[in-house]
């Protein structure tokens, strides 16, 4: 039986709860959170049971219980810090994004991962929405030659931001929270790397929400001399039908792919192919595919190497944006 506990109820554990669910060998173990409610909840959810134990301290929990898998799920400013002692303990970590709020921070997470020999992913739960696989299998197949131009756009209803997304000490900003996603869909749909990168941010409409931005640009250069960009605002209208408008667009020497979240559906079009919709491939579960791939010792979908790299690329883009200089990559 593998052991899980979770650290921290402020982000997507709610896809880790949902991969324990699908596996009758792996147990929520225990949970750690400041919220006494946010515990009371995860105790009734499915994957707990009689045996799962809440904590208000996580040191207190990884210091009694005997867990494989720690998975951090708390505030960005603490994330480093926590990574860091997981791996320390010899605990593999599934965790949320981004992995650190400095460079500085990053490398030393990178060190005790590989000191310590653990493995690493991060919940970057876009890559197993099913249609973007479909536009990485066409791109990858060669459907619309050459990556010219590469364009995402993440657009978010503001909501109620809790209290540690609206100060910049807790907070990593619009960029690396979810700009994170965006690069990464762009890289890992089109396999191209980034080389530059350019950023404007800024809170232009939403004072109360303080050192929170609620808009940001980003323009990139490929490493084919391409260019990717991707615009991300928390501006959605409450009274639209989804949180979410997600769109994917790659264009190329020989076609054009697009994924629009709110139809569902990828379309492509080449030189002799008018558009048409493609097939997607079943869904999957992110920490299933983690747990999945550590039992049978092979890399999983989202490997610490790509962790690494995208928080790298985010944490760079808000320098660009912060000082008005471009920055390589």
Same mark, same amino acid.
Not at 5 to 29: E, F, T, Y
Not at 138 to 145: D, P, T
Not at 289 to 302: A, M, P, Q, T
């Given at each position: ?14 896809? *880790? ?14 949970? !750690?959170?400041? +919220? ?41 400013? /603490? @994330?480093?810090?926590?990574?860091? /002692?997981?791996?320390? @303990? ?27 020999? *653990?493995?690493?992913? %991060?919940?970057?739960? #876009? ?24 364009? #995402? ?6 909501? +109620? ?42 809170? !232009?409409?939403?004072?109360?929400? @303080? &050192? %929170?931005?609620? +808009? ?7 490493? +084919? ?13 409450? !009274? ?13 020497? /020989? ?18 192919? /008018? ?8 869904? &999957?579960?992110?920490? *299933?595919?983690?747990? @999945? ?37």
């Amino acid at each position: 039986m593998t052991n899980v506990a979770i650290i921290g109820l402020k982000g997507h554990q709610s896809v *880790v709860l949902q991969g324990i669910g699908q596996m009758p060998d792996v147990r929520l173990a225990a949970a !750690a959170d400041d +919220n006494e409610e946010a515990l009371a909840r995860l105790k009734r959810s499915e994957a707990a049971d009689a045996a799962t134990h809440t904590y208000s301290d996580y040191r207190e929990m990884l210091e009694k219980e005997d867990v494989q898998i720690a998975v951090h799920c708390g505030t960005d400013s /603490e @994330r480093a810090d926590i990574l860091v /002692e997981c791996a320390r @303990r010899g605990l593999h970590i599934v965790s949320e994004k981004p992995l650190a709020m400095t460079l500085d921070r990053l490398g030393a997470v990178r060190e005790a991962v590989r000191a310590n020999n *653990v493995r690493l992913s %991060m919940l970057l739960t #876009m890559r197993f929405e099913p249609r973007y696989g479909a536009v990485r299998e066409a791109i990858a197949a060669g459907q619309i030659g050459e990556v010219v131009l590469a364009t #995402m756009q993440k657009s978010y209803k503001l909501g +109620n931001r809790p209290e540690w997304q609206r100060d910049r000490r807790t907070f990593g900003g619009i960029i690396p929270f979810i700009g994170i996603h965006a690069l990464d869909l762009l890289r890992w749909t089109t396999g191209r790397e980034f080389v530059e990168v350019m950023a404007y941010q800024s809170n !232009a409409a939403h004072p109360d929400i @303080r &050192d %929170m931005e609620d +808009n940001a640009s980003i323009a990139l250069k490929l490493d +084919n001399g391409g260019s990717a960009s991707a615009r991300l605002d928390y501006c959605r209208p409450a !009274a639209a039908p989804t949180h979410g408008d997600d769109r994917l667009r790659v264009a190329g020497s /020989e076609g054009v792919i697009e994924s629009i979240a709110t139809a569902s559906s990828v379309t492509l079009v080449t030189q002799g192919e /008018e558009p048409h919709e493609l097939p997607v491939p079943e869904a &999957d579960n992110l920490f *299933v595919d983690f747990v @999945r791939s550590l039992e049978e010792r092979r890399e999983g979908s989202v490997p610490a190497e790509d962790c690494f790299r995208i928080t790298e690329v985010v944490l760079k883009a808000r320098e660009a944006a912060q000082t008005g200089k471009p920055v390589a990559l």
